[in-house]
């Protein structure tokens, strides 16, 4: 899979995405990202992408010439589907970060900044989804572009291991979309806290009863 970002920092996903299973992916060549620098499309002598926004107000706004330039060169002659990170946009699941990586071999991520971008650019058909990553406002949309390619990237075939296995994890189907049980590892006792019989004694039948159960 292939998820190109459209962002005024690109050094900012440095870090959460070149180490562990996401540095892994882009080796085995399952997983490929494309940091592409808005400011690069600027225009004039300062490279501007932003502007103040029509009807006043605090902020400024990114404009929809440079936006749609970095859009459509990205794009090229293929196909993605572009998403823009946004707290207006319908909140990522589970499902939907299951569906993006079944349906999409290619994704296009722009991330606004300021006060958001243009509404022409949602408008005009440049971006097929808005997707926020919940209910509270961030500086910009790099980290909500690094949570939804993370958790994009663990649903792509190979990416983890055998014993990392996304299936039965919260909110997966296998666990009817719910958080998953609690874990426990050794010691047997810590502390006075005692890890539950049932997950001792190997009944196999009793455990998945005691897991299907502790799940809320
Ligand atoms: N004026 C906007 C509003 O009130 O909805 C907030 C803009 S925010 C300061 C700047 C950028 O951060 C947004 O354009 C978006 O790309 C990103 N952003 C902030 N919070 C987000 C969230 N919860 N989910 C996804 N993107 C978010």
Redesign the pocket.
Known sequence: MRIDVITLFPDMFKGPLTESILDRAQKMELLELEFNDLREFGTGNYKQVDDSPYGGGA?MV?TAPVLVDAIEKVKGEGDPYVI??????ERLTQEKVEGLAKNHEWLIL????????DQRVIDGGWIDEE???????????EL?AAVLIDAVARQIPGVLGKDESAEEESFSESLDRKREYPHYTRPEEFKGLKVPDVLLGGNHGEIDKWRKENCK
Request: aromatic share 10%.
């Open positions: 902020g990114m823009y990170l946004s707290p207006r946009g722009v991330c606004g900044r300021y006060e958001g971008i997707i926020s990553i919940g209910d509270y406002v961030l500086t910009g949309g909500p």
